[in-house]
């Protein structure tokens, strides 16, 4: 387990990546052998340590020997495994709080598209203020978008392909921080006679998401989301994007 930084307000992950920034210089890789190590060693995948996508997400970091890290707060939901390339960062509860403004502005951002397109339904997350279980997860999941640089998120989009459906606060989230995102909806796919596989990546112009056959690469450190029984074409898609950071 990673030793505990205690801060005021800042992320326990922003801690640990000042840490790691600190400790990998910045060396240009000149040969592929290197550039191959440079890539293991600098590559974070961010999980909940949940069942289905993050364990599917955490084995396929493992096979590379990329580093997977499970952010985890006190009273949280319990890892559900652990490999051999897992390291857990402890959130504080002060820079869990710290992540109430991001889900504030999701909330406002989502019932503002409702409103404006009549397409689902509006959020009230007062109802959430005395269930601080439920709460502190959407802070952890805050937290772990704050400090990717991309978001890929196993879910359903929306009617309008605006957001997702299920991991829709997240997937707001994500947005209104400017990430890049990435959405694998594959009966969406199947509809748009594409087989079932391919992403939808979010245009910041368009205000929308949109399909593509292109598969997305990591970046230094990715968040993922997503539920916790993964279908098979689900599967194929998490695994091409580890597939094709390994080519």
């Known amino acids: 387990q990673l030793e505990k930084v205690v801060l005021n307000t800042e992320s326990m992950l922003k801690s640990f990546f000042k840490k790691v ?21 600098d590559t974070y995948i961010l999980t909940s340590g949940e069942e289905g996508t993050d364990r599917m997400v955490a084995e396929a970091a493992q096979k590379l020997g990329l580093t997977e890290i499970q952010a985890v707060f006190k009273g949280g939901p ?39 397109t009549g397409i689902g339904k509006p959020i009230d997350m007062s109802v959430y203020k005395t269930n601080d279980f439920y709460r502190n997860i959407l802070r952890r999941d805050a937290q772990k978008i ?11 989009l929306n009617e309008d392909m605006t957001g ?6 997240q997937t707001q989230m994500a947005i209104n921080a400017k990430k890049d995102i990435v959405v694998i909806d594959s009966p969406l796919h199947r509809e ?19 399909l593509t056959p292109i598969v997305p690469e990591l970046s230094r450190r990715t968040a993922f989301f997503g539920h916790e ?3 098979p074409s689900e599967g194929i898609q998490l695994q091409e994007i580890f597939l094709k950071h390994d080519s």
């Open 78 to 116: 319990d890892s559900k495994y652990l490999t051999t390339v897992t390291e857990r960062v402890p959130l504080s509860q002060e820079s869990m709080t710290a992540s109430d403004k991001m889900i504030t502005q999701a909330e406002q951002s989502i019932n503002k598209r409702v409103e404006e």
């Open 229 to 231: 029984v993964v279908t």
């Open 146 to 156: 704050d400090i990717a640089e991309k978001v890929i998120i196993v879910d359903k």
């Open 21 to 41: 920034d600190k400790k990998t210089p910045v060396v240009k890789p000149v040969t592929p052998k290197e550039k191959a190590k440079k890539s293991r060693e």
């Open 192 to 210: 748009k006679g594409i087989g079932g596989l391919g992403y939808t990546v979010y245009d910041y112009k368009l205000k929308k998401f949109m």
């Open 164 to 169: 997702s459906i299920f991991k829709h606060m």
